[in-house]
């Protein structure tokens, strides 16, 4: 081999992926991922904007307040099952002392028979636990006296009482649980969804709580100040009931509560109306049939206005398109406009 051979630089190899083809196959895999990259950004949901998260978080409190009313119908329920009950097993246990005293006569004919001469079939009859049976041979009948007879009948009538009363009251105290039970359902219920509203404003940057206030704060009138006052046209009752309800106001909502320091919405209505000296039920559901129902044009000042398909809210009438209502969980009672929710009914009471 020569010098120069022995010089002579290496020609480099051309490697198979520098070749056409390979180019093309490098620029069709850029290609799809920039597609993909592209899909991907294209796929990603949008900010959603104040007003949106807003109302979202009404909806969670339109359910929270939904199932805070369904609660509410659960206890009440709860409570005049629990009092019922409470009647029966009295009536048990009065059933149970007649009974026994039943019992004591047929015992003290037993024990005057077996001083006589011994425990024969009379006196088996008498201290049988079925003397029925016993009456229906006619032969045992004929051998009793008929005092001995008025006493086994009245047992007999004593001991078919209390099995009866004993009967209803095991009823009455299973219907108890079930209404506990349902009860918890719901008041589980309500919590949720109040923590899944809270938890969606939670996530938010200051700025934006401060625009969903803003947004809180539109929705109600211009009766919230300290030196507001009501001055009319409500007369007599309904006045009343409007001065009481205007005198809680900032006065926290909390499911379930008839006050004096919180309220929920028909807990507030119920309470002011009984300040006026009406009496009317506990929930929205039962409040809409408390009064004379009247139209959305016919409305009054202290007429009781009712929101949403389902009946889940209620409010006292000011005029004016306003209303005085303790408006959701984490809300205060407040005078707001009526027409940030939809009307579903109306009732006048006074």
Known sequence: MSALASHRKP??????????????????????????????????????????????????????????????????????????????????????????????????FAAAQYREGGVDQTTALLLSDNPEKFLEQSHLVDRVSATQEEAIKEFRTQQAAATTERTKAAASVADLAAAQTKLATEKKNAAAKLADAQKLLSSLTAEEQKKVKQLDTQQSGSGNSAAYTYNGPASGRAAQAISFALAQRGKPYVSGATGPNSYDCSGLTQAAYRSAGISIS???????????????????????????????????????GEIVHAPHPGGVVEVGKMSWMPFAGAVRLA
């Open 11 to 108: 020609r480099p190899r051309i490697l198979a992926s520098t070749g056409p083809r390979a180019m093309v196959g490098l620029t069709t895999v850029a290609l799809a991922t920039v597609t993909l990259l592209s899909e991907s950004a294209s796929a990603a949901p949008a900010k959603p904007s104040i007003t949106e998260v807003k109302a979202q978080i009404d909806d969670l409190r339109e359910k929270a307040e939904v199932a805070t009313e369904h609660a509410n119908a659960a206890k009440e329920k709860t409570d005049q099952q629990r009092a019922k009950s409470d009647l029966l097993l009295a009536e048990v246990a009065k059933k149970t002392q007649k009974l026994n005293e039943a019992r004591e006569t047929l015992g003290q």
């Open 282 to 320: 506990r929930t929205t559901y039962t409040q809409i049939n408390d009064g004379q129902r009247v139209s959305q044009s016919a409305l009054r000042p202290g007429d009781l206005v009712f929101f949403y398909s389902g009946i889940s809210h209620v409010a006292i009438y000011l005029g004016n």
